[in-house]
């Protein structure tokens, strides 16, 4: 079946240290999307790529990295710089930008906790 | 810059009936579009609805429909004949037909009452 997958599902982190987030898709979709939520609030972009090997940064960038080295996979790296990283992180993909019918697809979410 | 806005922080509605929930925002371009999203506790994200900007007419998906007045820059989610697992926290998102963001609204959790 074809879809996203963010992994791991929990992930514990003491402060100071880089974190990885991994998210893979096998959709052959071109662009691909991470978001950030916090405890009832909406969806905020960090990041997002819409070729391989290039990326932008979204509205809340700062203490994140990004890579996008295969079309499938676009990680999420959370580091010491980012000064409240608890929340739920979610990847999404699009097979193109134009186009209602592109619908973007979501992953099953990463929820990390700094303790 | 493009916003997003949803009102209503939480809804409920008695089953079988049908309730209204809102989001306008602001852009200043001409070409994008209008979704809305479910998301139940599994957290998982759901698209419910979509809506092309350039299309007068509403779009509908079974027991969905919305309202949008591009005008006024409004994009109400009707639900009608309310059931339980209607209940989750639903997003109205906004995509640029440039970019492909979505940006979205801070959520109208609804609640179902049986």
Sequence with gaps: DGGITQSPKYLFRKEGQNVTLSCEQNLNHDAMYWYRQDPGQGLRLIYYSQIVNDFQKGDIAEGYSVSREKKESFPLTVTSAQKNPTAFYLCASIRGTSGTYNEQFFGPGTRLTVL | AQTVTQSQPEMSVQ??????????????????????????????????????????QNATENRFSVNFQKAAKSFSLKISDSQLGDAAMYFCAYRSANTGKLIFGQGTTLQVKP
């Design chain 2, 15 to 56: 089953e079988a009936e049908t309730v209204t929930l809102s989001c306008t925002y602001d852009t200043s371009e001409s070409d994008y579009y209008l979704f809305w999203y479910k998301q139940p506790p599994s957290r998982q994200m759901i698209l419910v609805i979509r809506q092309e900007a350039y299309k007068q």
